[in-house]
Nanobody, 124 residues
Framework: EVQLVESGGGLVQPGGSLTLNCTPSGITVHELAIGWFRQAPGKNREAVSCIATSQGAPYYEDSVRGRFTISRDIAENTVYLQMDRLKFEDTAVYYC?????????????????WGQGTQVPVST
């Protein structure tokens, strides 16, 4: 059974940085498109970023482009989401999701494997 394990969440101050990790078990990251999604209280889940095996550039949601960086380490079998210059509005539960495909998508319905979620509260 393929599972995704997330780590790296936690309280961070505005302007700070945090790195989220997503490690699949039972499969390697180079076989997957990995997406990061988030859900803030009272809001719908939204796509943040995704990366896949294709040569295309990763996807970033407009509000995080230039502040967040997604990357993949094949040796560590992990996908990272580096989040810099965090804002109050970045507060959410962050989820990684996987899809066996060579292209990534911002459509959450396409992903069939989800992590448990990790809290990222941005607060003073």
């Amino acid at each position: 059974e393929v599972q995704l394990v997330e780590s790296g969440g936690g309280l961070v101050q505005p302007g700070g940085s945090l790195t989220l990790n997503c490690t699949p078990s039972g499969i390697t990251v180079h076989e997957l498109a990995i997406g990061w999604f988030r859900q803030a209280p009272g809001k719908n889940r939204e796509a943040v970023s995704c990366i896949a095996t294709s040569q295309g550039a990763p996807y970033y949601e407009d509000s995080v482009r230039g502040r967040f960086t997604i990357s993949r380490d094949i040796a560590e079998n992990t996908v990272y989401l580096q989040m810099d210059r965090l804002k109050f509005e970045d507060t959410a539960v962050y989820y990684c999701a996987a899809l066996k495909a060579s292209l990534c998508t911002a459509n959450a319905a396409m992903y069939d494997i989800w992590g448990q979620g990790t809290q990222v509260p941005v607060s003073t």
